[in-house]
């Protein structure tokens, strides 16, 4: 069992950076680690994912270049660093664990945070 608290959101301007924690409790070391967000009406969306290793990230075409996940496995947490902020990516972003499966599919995760909202105003 995992529990998963994400910190950090707010209001932010277009441009502006905001960075994410999501601190975990439990086995959290030997997961990979996703970030999604999710607008109301919309499907929950991939944004970023980093494996137990941290050797590696993968991020969706619509943040890379201003998002960078990054884990601290001695601290059990993961920072996702959201740069060059757009009103686009308003949304409740969520961290979870990746147990087995494409880091790009939320059916991969397995537990979950509460979300933390990110509002970018124009």
């Known amino acids: 069992q995992v529990q998963l608290v994400e910190s950090g959101g707010g209001l932010v301007q277009v441009g502006g950076s905001v960075r994410l924690s999501c601190r975990a409790a439990?086995?959290?070391?030997?997961?990979?680690i996703g970030w999604f967000r999710e607008v109301p009406g919309k499907e929950r969306e991939f944004v970023a994912a980093?494996?137990?290793?941290?050797?590696?990230?993968y991020y969706a075409d619509s943040v890379k270049g201003r998002f960078t996940i990054s884990r601290d496995n001695a601290k059990n947490t993961v920072n996702l660093q959201m740069n060059s902020l757009k009103p686009e990516d308003t949304a409740v972003y969520y961290c979870?664990?990746?147990?087995?499966?494409?880091?790009?599919?939320?059916?991969?995760?397995?537990?979950w945070g509460q979300g933390t909202q990110v509002t970018v105003s124009s």
């Open positions: 979870a664990v990746c147990r087995s499966g494409g880091y790009w599919l939320s059916r991969s995760y397995d537990y």
């Open positions: 439990g086995a959290f070391s030997s997961y990979a």
């Open positions: 980093i494996p137990w290793s941290g050797s590696s990230t």
